[in-house]
T-cell receptor, first 117, second 117 residues
């Protein structure tokens, strides 16, 4: 158990709908990352938040948005869903931006498996 | 260009034998970190081992070791004494830069390891 929690574990919805995925980081971790894993694109970074602020953006579609709340949990909102959005969505967390040394391991949650029909 | 290349889509190893999973990377940064994650069929991403670009010694964690050859830009994972439970997908990942705010990981396409009894 990594200490990162994600809900729900599975989500089935229809095209055009909107869903929200939730993530709670490990205790003490300030950074949250969202990744998408699909068969055709592999594992791709979507977005990073640090202590409530957006810090980096990857291949995140405009239909997708995220936020990190004062209690450090994060939500990923996916709207106008398409069939191609079906994927495993991971949240990961790490300690902080500035740490002594180089290692800042990202610990992954169990993922939310999204199926768009 | 691919930043992380894993050339072995699938590998087989006999139980109790050692196996090497290949990973090459491409970066112009002097400071970077290399990670290996394991993804069993259940889907979670499990952190295995880390190697920093300035680390002089190869990283080891139990049965896992990382064969780091900086000049060749390779970071191969060695699993000793393979166990049936090692059957999983293995991902190599890189984080470029040790300073600044961008901390996302770039993943390779993965290697599916099957341990044979």
């Amino acid at each position: 158990d990594s200490g990162v929690t994600q809900t729900p574990k599975h989500l089935i919805t229809a095209t055009g709908q909107r869903v929200t995925l939730r993530c709670s980081p490990r205790s003490g971790d300030l950074s949250v990352y969202w990744y998408q894993q699909s068969l055709d694109q592999g594992l791709q970074f979507l977005i990073q938040y640090y202590n409530g602020e957006e810090r980096a953006k990857g291949n995140i579609l405009e239909r997708f948005s995220a936020q990190q709340f004062p209690d450090l949990h994060s939500e990923l909102n996916l709207s106008s869903l398409e069939l191609g959005d079906s994927a495993l969505y991971f949240c990961a967390s790490s300690v902080a931006l500035r740490t002594s040394g180089g290692q800042e391991t990202q610990y992954f949650g169990p993922g939310t498996r999204l199926l768009v029909l | 260009a691919q930043k992380i290349t894993q050339t072995q889509p699938g590998m087989f190893v006999q139980e109790k034998e050692a196996v090497t999973l290949d990973c090459t990377y491409d970066t112009s940064d002097q400071s970077y970190g290399l990670f290996w994650y394991k993804q069993p069929s259940s889907g979670e991403m499990i952190f295995l081992i880390y190697q920093g670009s300035y680390d002089e010694q190869n990283a080891t964690e139990g049965r896992y070791s990382l064969n780091f050859q900086k000049a060749r830009k390779s970071a191969n994972l060695v699993i000793s004494a393979s166990q049936l439970g090692d059957s999983a997908m293995y991902f190599c990942a890189m984080r470029e830069g040790l300073s600044g705010s961008a901390r996302q990981l770039t993943f390779g396409s993965g290697t599916q390891l099957t341990v044979l009894p």
